[in-house]
């Protein structure tokens, strides 16, 4: 049976056909002369003319003959030729699921120019189909499942911006979602800072206005109080008092430079009213309260000038220095002139 197939199959030998009618050149071909069953392939019209021809190639629909399936097409192209010539195309995928040597009949295509108008027809062209010699003896087997090849750096390459703009706007989309969940705006304005001097000097001004311990509110007196003494020396002075104790703070204010004696009294009297007021249920009198806050304003007036007095003898030092260096540069050239 093989071998009439080999010997049709050479009796219908699928070429080219080709006609020169009026210098126009046509044919027929399949890619391959042998293909297994389910396989698909090419066919292909072709028409070469001069330019301007009107080619009509012929419109098949769901098979061409029997047993062989159209899959797509036609596929229509136009190329021209290093020799100035066109060349026309219609290429149709086709398929076959069944033995045998089919022939693809002549077939007409249509050329239409300035002075001719030809139905041409193609030759013949045959193809075998085959298919795997299956032995029986050796029983049946399962499917053989595909292999997990692993993933190149080229296959993930054209993914990877994607992957980075999905990372980004889930970044953007939590960062959002954060900001919504804790009530704040989504974009905030640079706060003006304010100088530590400004900040407590404003605290005891709105302290003196609210009149608390007049109103028989000493605790929340003398809490604002200590806490407005408390965060200028941690700002100013670099005091950690908001974490400290009152004898922890007391011991800070000794060692430190800008604060004298008279001053650590003050707020050593300061911190003790507060602590018992807060912890003792301590009740001062009228003047003592107003004296306490007295003391809070001298205090922070005091160590805020002997600050500003440190800061301008370090530039006075430092321009000193500067000018110091300027004439011994000075000096040195006018030895090096003479």
Not at 172 to 179: H, K, N, P, T, V
Not at 322 to 338: F, N, Y
Request: charged letters at 30%; hydrophobic letters at 40%.
């Amino acid at each position: 049976m093989k071998f009439k197939y080999i010997l049709l199959f050479f009796f219908l030998l699928p070429f080219a056909g080709t006609l020169d009618a009026q210098n126009v050149e046509y044919g027929v071909m399949v890619d391959t002369n042998y293909m297994l069953v389910g396989d698909q392939q090419y066919l292909t019209f072709v028409v070469r003319g001069e330019p301007g021809l009107n080619i009509r190639f012929p419109q098949l629909k769901d098979s061409v003959v029997s047993g062989v399936e159209i899959i797509s097409g036609p596929l229509r192209d136009s190329l021209r030729d290093a020799d100035g010539r066109w060349r026309y195309e219609a290429k149709y995928v086709i398929t076959a699921f069944d033995t045998g040597v089919y022939v693809i009949p002549p077939m007409p295509i249509t050329v239409e120019g300035e002075e001719y108008n030809n139905v041409l027809r193609t030759d013949p062209v045959a193809f075998v189909v085959n298919t795997y010699q299956v032995d029986l003896q050796q029983g049946y087997h399962d499917i053989v499942m595909p292999y997990d090849a692993p993933w190149i750096l080229a296959e993930i390459l054209p993914f990877l911006p994607w992957i980075l703009l999905g990372l980004a706007i889930l970044g953007i989309a939590w960062w959002l979602w954060q900001r919504y969940r804790k009530n704040k705006p989504l974009f905030e304005s640079k706060k003006e800072e304010i100088p530590p001097y400004v900040v407590a000097i404003r605290s005891l001004d709105e302290i003196k206005e609210n009149k608390l311990w007049q109103a028989g509110r000493e605790k929340e007196y003398y809490t604002r109080l200590t806490d407005t003494v408390r965060l200028y020396l941690d700002n100013e002075l670099g005091i950690p008092a908001m974490e400290q104790t009152s004898g922890e703070t007391l011991q800070s204010l000794e060692q430190c430079p800008e604060v004298e004696d008279r001053e650590r009294e003050k707020m050593a009297n300061l911190l003790s009213t507060a602590d018992f007021v807060k912890f003792a249920k301590h009740t001062p009198l009228q003047s003592e309260n107003a004296y306490h806050l007295d003391s809070a304003y001298d205090f922070i007036h005091t160590a805020h000038q002997r600050v500003l007095d440190e800061k301008a003898e370090e530039e006075r030092r430092r321009k000193e220095e500067e000018k110091a260096l300027a004439d011994a540069g000075t000096q040195e050239r006018d030895k090096d002139i003479h």
